[in-house]
């Protein structure tokens, strides 16, 4: 029922209700917290040759949108943990992904 779900402001009213004798308050009383993925380590080894071949040189100068030179080297920076260029990867690798999608069929 949904009167359960919110008292008032009190949000997870039912969670809360069932699990209060089992932990102490200050459980509760945390703010929540998100939760973050490894992706920069993910690039760096599962995904890391998918994002050499989207994201590598001659696949850019063909393309022609990104500046090679510019992404070669913040990959390689992220790779060899100088930097860590993570959202930046991330997002022209998506970029890539959503443009061979729609641009590339071939």
Do not use: C
Not at 2 to 28: A, M, N, T, W
Not at 60 to 68: D, Y
């Amino acid at each position: 029922p949904s009167d359960l779900k919110i008292k008032g402001f009190k949000l997870r009213y039912i969670q809360k209700k069932v699990f209060e004798k089992r932990f102490p308050p200050y459980v509760f009383q945390q703010k929540k917290k998100g939760f973050g993925a490894p992706v920069g380590v993910w690039i760096r080894n599962e995904l890391r040759e998918m994002t050499h071949d989207l994201l590598g040189e001659s696949y850019l100068r063909k393309q022609g949108i990104f500046n090679p030179a510019v992404v070669g080297k913040a990959m390689e920076d992220h790779f060899q943990m100088k930097e860590d260029y993570t959202d930046n990867l991330l997002a022209l690798i998506t970029f890539q992904i959503w443009y061979d999608h729609y641009f590339n069929k071939g």
